[in-house]
Nanobody, 126 residues
Framework: QVQLAESGGGSVQVGGSLRLSCTASGGTFNSVALGWFRQNTGKEREFVAAIRWNGGMTYYSDSVKGRFTVSKDSAKGTAYLQMNRLKPEDTAVYYC???????????????????WGQGTQVTVSS
């Protein structure tokens, strides 16, 4: 059984930084991507970033490109989301999720992700 657990959320002022962690256990990580999504109250869950477990190719939404960096430590089974220059609109619950077999054109689609963590709150205040 695959389990994902996020940590590292919190409150930060505009322009600050946070690093989220997603620790994965169980299942196989062949042909897997770990993605980060976020959701604010009343809004749909949106893609933020993703990284392929094999090869490390990364993907970003336009809204975070250049500010956020996704990475992984395969030995620890952990993916990270480094968030810099945070803005109030980055406030949301952040989720990590696993996709199996997603190709580049579909990796931003949340329907491709079959396991999700419980989420961690990020609040950016001015």
């Amino acid at each position: 059984q695959v389990q994902l657990a996020e940590s590292g959320g919190g409150s930060v002022q505009v322009g600050g930084s946070l690093r989220l962690s997603c620790t994965a256990s169980g299942g196989t990580f062949n042909s897997v991507a770990l993605g980060w999504f976020r959701q604010n109250t009343g809004k749909e869950r949106e893609f933020v970033a993703a990284i392929r477990w094999n090869g490390g190719m990364t993907y970003y939404s336009d809204s975070v490109k250049g500010r956020f960096t996704v990475s992984k430590d395969s030995a620890k089974g952990t993916a990270y989301l480094q968030m810099n220059r945070l803005k109030p609109e980055d406030t949301a619950v952040y989720y990590c999720a696993r996709a199996t077999g997603a190709i580049s054109s579909t990796i931003r689609n949340r329907d491709k992700y079959d396991y999700w963590g419980q989420g961690t709150q990020v609040t950016v205040s001015s």
